[in-house]
């Protein structure tokens, strides 16, 4: 992980509490209430606003601050007219085959990916480790968890800020407890996407690149009743170079599909 600097601020006066406690949380300094755009330093705030919590950059051309939202924008797009089950991230789970699924998502992020996998109906076991991560992400799912359309959905997920290999290792005890893992773990971006681009580029900064992310592929195929599904970017080397049963490719993207055991049998 990178040893980038990061601070907390709010916007307004009554948020302090709550933003000194989450800078107590993450053990860094709070600096008052104030802007992204106001400071030259640190690289990247947290920031508590009325409206949740965002990640930026600081300085005037802070833009495009990380923030999770369920309730509009591009998910709830994709919750209304996504495509249902003919997605490749539903046929990848095997959801063409199977109806209800429970899945372990080891590499939450944004938690976008289990989202959309919530709407076609799994129970998704979310993992995060970076606290940063997980703090946005709770923040944005106890948004959500009032909100009418999407309250149920929300239901279905369950986070936990923990290392997937630690929880992997708990998990070789008790076999057949998720019947998918999923793995979407960092990789250097190529997209042309300005927003993405930027995104990515902050993510980066704070989380650096998972190198530790071949080690999962082979505790996630140990554990997994019927398969592990890694995303890819759609010219990356396998995860751990260990081919897949089968791939399915999109534009920019790509599942690998490692297949423990058919569906039902
Ligand atoms: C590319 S993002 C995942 C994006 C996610 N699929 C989404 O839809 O928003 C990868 C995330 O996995 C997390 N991660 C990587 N390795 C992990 C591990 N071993 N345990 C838990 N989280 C991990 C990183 O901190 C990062 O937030």
């Known amino acids: 992980m990178s040893d980038i600097e990061i601070a907390v601020i709010c916007h307004e006066t009554s948020r302090t509490h709550q933003a000194e406690q989450i800078a107590k949380q993450l ?7 104030t802007t992204s755009s106001q400071l030259t ?4 705030v947290i920031e508590v606003t009325g409206e949740g919590i965002v990640l930026a950059e600081t300085g005037k051309k802070s833009a ?12 709830a797009h994709r919750r209304k007219y996504g495509g249902g089950k003919s997605q490749s991230i539903a046929k990848a789970v095997g959801l063409n085959k199977a109806k209800k699924l ?5 590499t939450a992020g944004l938690g976008r990916d289990a989202f959309v996998l919530a709407c076609l109906g799994c129970q998704v076991t979310l993992l995060e480790r970076s606290k940063v991560v997980h703090l ?20 279905q997920l369950q986070l936990l800020c ?70 890819r ?31 039902g049998s």
């Open 233 to 263: 970017p759609k010219l990356a080397p396998y995860l751990a170079d260990k081919a897949p049963t089968y791939q399915l490719i999109g534009k920019s993207g790509r599942f690998d599909v490692y297949v423990n055991k058919a569906f």
């Open 136 to 155: 946005l992400l709770t923040d944005g799912l106890n948004r959500a968890a009032t909100d009418l359309d999407v309250a149920s959905i929300i239901n």
């Open 64 to 75: 495009n601050p990380i923030k999770v939202d369920f309730i509009s924008g591009a998910l």
């Open 102 to 106: 429970q899945v372990l998502d080891a």
């Open 162 to 231: 923990v290392d997937a290999k630690d929880y992997f290792q708990e998990l070789l005890q008790l076999t057949d407890q998720f019947d998918v893992v999923y793995l979407d773990p960092m990789f250097p971006h190529r997209e042309k996407s300005a927003k993405v681009k930027k995104e990515m580029w902050i993510f980066q900064k704070l989380l650096g690149q998972d190198l530790d992310a071949d080690y999962l592929l082979d505790a996630a195929i140990a554990i997994a009743k019927y398969r592990v599904v890694v995303k």
């Open 41 to 44: 330093t640190p690289d990247l």
């Open 27 to 33: 053990s860094c300094p709070y600096l008052g209430v």
